[in-house]
């Protein structure tokens, strides 16, 4: 009862529901759930990300993915796109997902980025409690689904395929067709097209076999349950100079605005695994750490409770 008042109130109180952001109290990840309710981590139980640690079971049946099209030079031309949340590239038809355990064939729409700022890291998903500095995601959806929103019902309907981003020295050239086109859309609403190149040469080829895999949600509002993840173990390596690209030259602000703001730490907090069961691949390394982040959930347990006294008093 005290939940279902609460809820009310945040959802009539919400002034334009389709703004979230990552830097600011009354937008941030920790307040989706007042504007987007699936977001609510106490209403909805398989959130996305989690911490991958020592509580996984091997599968052997978890073999490599077939990736069709990524080999291949596609037609026509992708649009690189600064959405004011992430760096956003949306890919033309031709590439596919299947295999690996996921239940059907699933289109390839786009890949996006999450990323911290110059002294932090910024992955979504941590492994033993380590956050890698940033975080890549294919999305691709159930090709049974004619639009966004009837994927989103079905628990399966998305597939994403996440990518751990590591730095070295030295420049990553593949990933170069990103990066080049990257300070084309420093500001929110900019979009540059991009020419076709074999998705595969951006991926660690060698190691595809080695993932992990469970059943989660959007980790942008509306943070539908919707999501089968699939994260690979082995991560992509860039230079700390296309690092710094997305760190300090991104901005989740128009060029015109007065005020210019940095888009940093374009992240969600790790959310607990409740009950479900991560799968290793044939392949992957089962991870031995304890370490994990220190639950956040007391917080927001009061947070809700406070929210609950002023339901009841209104
Ligand atoms: C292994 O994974 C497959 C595909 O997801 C599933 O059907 C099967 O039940 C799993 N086996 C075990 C032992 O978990
Ligand atoms: C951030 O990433 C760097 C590079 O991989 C790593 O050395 C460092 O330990 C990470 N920091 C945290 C707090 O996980
Ligand atoms: C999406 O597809 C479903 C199922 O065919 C349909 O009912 C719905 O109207 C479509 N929604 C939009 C926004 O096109
Ligand atoms: C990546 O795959 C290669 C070839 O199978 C293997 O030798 C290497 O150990 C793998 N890397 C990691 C970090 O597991
Ligand atoms: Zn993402």
């Not at 956050?131 to 079905?154: C, F, G, Q, T």
């Not at 173990?233 to 690209?245: D, G, K, M, R, T």
């Not at 290793?280 to 959930?297: F, I, Q, V, Y």
Request: glycine share 8%; charged share 15%.
């Amino acid at each position: 009862m005290i939940w279902t008042a609460a809820f009310l109130v945040v959802l009539v109180s919400c002034a334009d529901p389709e703004d979230y952001c990552y830097d600011e109290p009354s937008c941030d990840p920790y307040s989706w759930g007042e504007s987007f309710p699936l977001c609510h981590p106490l209403l909805e139980l398989h959130h996305s990300p989690i911490n991958l640690d020592h509580h996984m079971i091997r599968n052997d049946s978890l073999q490599p993915l077939h990736l069709e099209g990524f080999e291949e030079v596609q037609t026509g031309h992708w649009t690189l796109e600064n959405d004011g949340h992430s760096v956003v590239l949306r890919v033309g038809s031709g590439m596919a997902v299947s295999g690996g355990g996921l239940p059907g064939t699933y289109h390839t729409v786009q890949l996006h980025f999450h990323w911290g700022g110059p002294a932090s890291n910024g992955s979504e998903h941590t492994v033993d409690g380590h956050r890698y500095p940033m975080e890549m995601h294919i999305v691709n959806m159930k090709s049974i689904h004619p639009n966004v929103s009837a994927a989103l019902d079905d628990p399966t309907g998305l597939a994403v395929l996440g990518f751990f981003i590591d730095v070295v020295y030295a420049d990553n050239l593949h990933f170069g067709h990103i990066s080049q086109k990257l300070s084309s859309v420093a500001h929110k609403g900019q979009t540059a097209k991009i020419k076709p190149f074999p998705m595969m040469s951006l991926l660690p080829k060698h190691n595809m076999s080695q993932y992990y895999r469970y059943q989660g949600s959007l980790t942008t509002p509306p943070c539908s349950q919707a999501v089968v993840w699939t994260v690979y173990e082995v991560p992509i390596y860039i230079s700390w100079s296309q690092l710094a690209q997305f760190t300090s030259q991104i901005f989740s602000t128009e060029e015109d605005a007065e005020q210019v703001t940095p888009l940093q730490n374009n992240f969600r907090h790790i959310h607990p695994s409740s009950g479900r069961t991560v799968l290793a691949s044939r392949d992957a390394t089962l991870l031995t750490g304890t370490a994990a982040p220190p639950p956040r959930s007391a917080l927001r347990l009061l947070h809700v409770v406070t929210l609950g006294g002023i339901a009841l008093r209104l």
